[in-house]
């Protein structure tokens, strides 16, 4: 079969940090945070929701590489009204569901009002915090690239982890800014491209997650507690661990052709992907906790339960970007 030249390690990245959300999502939703910290099994589900826990700052490394020449005019804000149907079609399912099937006893004012505050689908915080980001961008470029020297864009992105990532040394509001840390860290890698080896960097992203994992399980047992959440996604260990994942993977040349055919539109469908995942574990995890009595138990059938939630989640954000092309076309062939 014939293949073609492409730069695939972005569309890599974004598929895995889509495989990564749901990942997190299956410790979420099996229990994991209220059971004790015990036991082989529970360290490996430790070292794994630490891997997992890479997702957002993925996508948001991601952003900042590819987004960093983006410049404030009519064109820029092309993506943004896709974003929010997509997002409002998804969620007003949502409602629905949550109204009549899952009976959350959910009312149509509170569902409503919901769409607004960006909780009817509760993964819907990362599309309301994108979207802030997305209206910042030019604005930052402008930051960014008025920088004259490499030394200059380092202090900058160094201030960020200092503030974002290091809280114990600063007021904690400031913890939240996480988003312009890991965007201007893509924004950088993509200026100047990392050349240490990928072992180095992978040796050093198995040191932090090994790292992050001991201080959790550790610490948690000392305080006879669960899981100890030691900090959020601009934490600095995972701001490290998410780098190191990202300049791992994200200049590798993909050129087979059917691997780039599977890579290509999950990366494009990483949004619907995400809400509708919200659905299928609302469907699915209901089902599945009843044949186990704990997470670790849940835990060897990880390699069952996630793929399906994501094949079906991919199958179904499918079938909604084709119906939203095809109204889209339809509207414009009447409209001429």
Same mark, same amino acid.
């Given at each position: 079969?014939? !293949? ?18 749901? #990942? ?5 939703? $099996?229990?994991?945070?209220? /059971? ?25 490394? *991601? ?7 983006? /410049? ?12 929010? %149907? ?7 399912? *949502? ?8 009976? &959350? ?14 909780? !009817?689908? /509760? ?25 004259? !020297?490499? $030394? ?11 503030? #974002? ?13 996480? =988003? ?9 890698? $993509?200026?100047? =491209? ?18 992050? *994992?001991?201080? #959790? ?8 507690? =669960?899981?100890?959440?030691?900090? &959020? ?18 200049? %590798?040349?993909?050129?087979?052709? %059917? ?12 949004? /619907?992907?995400?809400? %509708?995942?919200?659905?299928? &574990?609302?469907?699915?995890?209901? +089902? ?5 009595? #704990?997470? !670790? ?23 909604? $970007?084709?119906? +939203? ?9 009447? &409209?001429?």
């Amino acid at each position: 079969m014939k !293949t073609i030249n492409r730069v695939g390690g972005i569309d890599l990245v974004k598929c895995i940090a889509i495989l990564f959300v749901i #990942s997190v999502h299956f410790f979420f939703n $099996n229990g994991f945070y209220t /059971e004790p910290m015990q036991g082989a099994k529970m360290f490996i589900a430790t070292f794994l929701r630490w891997l997992f826990y890479t997702c957002v700052p993925l996508f948001i490394l *991601t952003t900042g590489y590819l987004m960093r020449n983006k /410049e404030l005019n009519k064109k820029y804000y092309k993506p943004l009204p896709k974003i929010i %149907i997509t997002y409002l079609i998804i969620s007003v399912v *949502t409602l629905i569901l949550r109204r009549y099937y899952f009976q &959350d006893g959910l009312t149509w004012r509170e569902g409503i009002k919901g769409l607004f505050f960006f909780n !009817t689908n /509760e993964y819907a915080w990362y599309v309301n915090m994108y979207i802030g980001l997305f209206l910042l961008i030019p604005f930052l470029n402008v930051l960014y690239n008025n920088l004259q !020297t490499q $030394n200059g864009k380092l202090i900058l992105i160094l201030s960020l982890v200092l503030l #974002s990532g290091v809280p114990i040394l600063m007021p904690n509001y400031w913890k939240i800014i996480y =988003p312009l840390t890991y965007y201007f860290i893509g924004a950088y890698i $993509n200026e100047y =491209p990392i050349k240490t080896g990928k072992s180095y960097v992978v040796l050093l992203a198995f040191a932090v997650l090994l790292t992050e *994992t001991m201080i #959790s399980f550790f610490a948690s047992i000392i305080k006879n507690v =669960p899981f100890i959440w030691y900090g &959020d996604y601009g934490i600095l260990s995972n701001v490290i661990l998410s780098t190191c994942f990202f300049v791992a993977l994200y200049d %590798i040349k993909i050129q087979n052709a %059917i691997l780039n055919f599977i890579l290509i539109p999950i990366s494009k469908l990483t949004l /619907e992907i995400y809400l %509708i995942s919200y659905l299928i &574990d609302r469907l699915v995890y209901p +089902q599945i906790k009843q044949f186990f009595s #704990s997470s !670790t138990e849940m835990l060897p059938y990880y390699v069952v339960i996630v793929p399906f939630i994501f094949l079906i989640s991919v199958l179904l954000a499918i079938i909604l $970007n084709f119906t +939203q092309k095809k109204i889209f076309t339809y509207r414009r062939k009447k &409209d001429k």
